[in-house]
């Protein structure tokens, strides 16, 4: 038998290992990451799917979403400066971009948070100098634009806290942040310069708050919380309040590691959106998902489920409601920054739908 020329054998080999092939055994084929089932309906809730934004180009963090005069709204970190701009739902798009705060030498902010109050634009954010360690307390920074004119005044420090929220409730501004320091304290406020009405509340957990949110509930604020559990795990609980007392207060989730909770009612629904962070044993350590709870005022209702996991990092959830849908503004990684063996990749901010099915 004649044996193959050189080129042939080498034609044949390449073909087997094109094949997956080698010595006979079937070569190890890695398993595809999990991919979200979207758009879906769940709880009568069309879910949709996350369309990249276009405001300032790619790199900016940190989204948070608000509303006002049937207009969305988005707040951002670029480049160390924030900015605010107002999006058009279908596209995804800027119509106009103003500067909030400019980029500072030597200063690191993060969780940027927006709400609208007649016709003025808040927006907050977290601030410490660079390098500071995790631990740091961070000062509360807030601005205000004016809606009509889009023009913004200069931030000033609110408090120092580790965490902060801000929402519109009754056409006023109300504020929830952590502390003082070294209590297990959530301080609320209304206005955003007027501290005379700051109610301090402790709530009756087993462990302390280590992230806040804040959402308008129609006739209450809903305070939307972690607790630490030790070890990087909190659980999720959310409480209510009326004005003169906090009531209602209900744990949703178990421990686990948790990203800081944000929350949207959407008619007699609550929508409840954070990130969770995978168990170790599911085999993906760079991953982050996007995980909702629903619920109602009254928390006799309650139903939790995976919104978004796809084998990225998708982190700081923002919520808004506007003309009967709510919006979910998200920023995407290739993998989690804090974990990544190799720089992470950030893949932009995305936009997605939460309604009624039309």
């Known amino acids: 038998m004649l044996s193959a020329s050189r080129p042939l054998r080498m034609l044949l080999f390449v073909l087997a290992l094109a094949l997956g092939w080698s010595q006979g055994q079937a070569a190890p084929v890695k398993p595809p990451p999990p991919t979200p089932t979207m758009p879906r309906l769940w709880e009568s809730l069309l879910w949709g799917v996350g369309m990249p934004i276009k405001t300032l180009g790619p790199g900016s ?59 003025t634009v808040w927006v907050a954010w977290l601030e410490k100098a660079s390098g500071a360690g995790p631990e740091t307390p961070r000062a509360l920074m807030m601005a205000s634009v004016d809606y009509a004119t889009r023009k913004a005044q200069p931030p000033t420090q609110v408090a120092v806290t580790g965490a902060a929220a801000l929402t519109s409730h009754n056409q006023q501004l109300w504020l929830a942040w952590l ?41 209450d ?64 350590p760079g991953a982050a998902h996007l995980e909702v709870t629903v619920t109602n005022t009254s928390g006799s209702e309650l139903a939790s489920n995976l919104y978004l996991a796809d084998g990225r990092a998708n982190l700081t959830p923002s919520l808004a409601g506007l003309d009967g849908t709510a919006y979910l503004v998200y920023n995407a990684w290739s993998e989690r920054p804090d974990h990544a063996v190799k720089p992470a990749k950030n893949l932009g901010l995305f936009l997605a739908r939460i309604g009624p099915p039309s």
């Open 221 to 284: 604020l809903g305070i939307p919380f972690l607790t630490g559990e030790g070890q990087g795990s909190s659980s999720l609980w959310l409480a209510s309040y009326n004005g003169h007392r906090f009531f209602g207060l209900r744990k949703l989730r178990g421990a686990a590691e948790l990203g800081a909770p944000v929350l949207c009612r959407l008619q007699s629904q609550v929508i409840i959106v954070y990130t969770v962070y995978p168990d170790p044993g599911e085999g993906l």
């Open 61 to 119: 963090t940190c989204p948070a979403l608000a509303a006002l005069d049937r207009q969305l709204l988005l707040a951002e970190l670029f480049e160390g400066g924030i900015y605010l701009s107002e999006l058009d739902p279908a596209t995804a798009s800027a119509r106009w971009t103003v500067p909030v705060a400019p980029a500072a030498t030597g200063v690191e902010r993060t969780e940027v948070r927006a709400a609208a109050s007649g016709q």
């Open 179 to 219: 502390g003082p320091a070294g209590s297990s304290v959530i301080s609320l406020s209304a206005g955003a310069q007027d501290t005379a009405f700051l109610v301090p509340w402790q709530p009756a957990t087993p462990a302390p708050p280590v992230a806040v949110g804040l959402g308008d509930l129609g006739a």
